[in-house]
């Protein structure tokens, strides 16, 4: 491994709606972007973590991440999970190739316990999370 410093490749929006949280992340991504987004939630997180709370992730551009983002984004999930995360729901606005996306999140998913699903709609995602976290 070097010591090469990268800067961080995509964008990363972080809304909070109660004890819902929603994510606009515009890929590709790269690992310096994962540690921003394990950075940037962090304090979302703690604060939210007194309750069961969801999240909502809204993917455009290319929501794919090499293999080593990968295995930190499923060891953020499990972090987020101690502290409280019950469900993920995910939508994937404006991306190219939707079957593959969803079966490499799907496969990060599977890593974890999280309960998790896909939409094509926000309102039916947010109520299904809002659910969730009764």
Do not use: C
């Amino acid at each position: 491994m070097n010591n090469r410093t990268f800067a961080a490749h995509g964008g990363l929006k972080i809304t909070r709606e109660g004890q819902l949280l929603i994510i606009y992340a515009q890929g590709p991504g790269n690992t310096e972007m994962v540690l921003k987004y394990q950075k940037d939630l962090h304090d979302y997180r703690v604060k939210m973590s007194v309750r069961p709370w969801a999240s909502l992730t809204i993917f455009s551009g290319e929501p794919l991440l090499p293999p080593e983002a990968s295995s930190l984004m499923v060891d953020s999930i499990k972090q987020a999970q101690k502290l409280n995360l019950v469900a993920n729901a995910i939508i994937f606005d404006n991306v190219q190739y939707k079957t593959i996306s969803q079966q490499f999140w799907n496969n990060i998913l599977q890593q974890t316990t999280l309960k998790h699903g896909f939409f094509e709609d926000e309102a039916v995602a947010k109520t299904w999370l809002k659910e969730q976290i009764e």
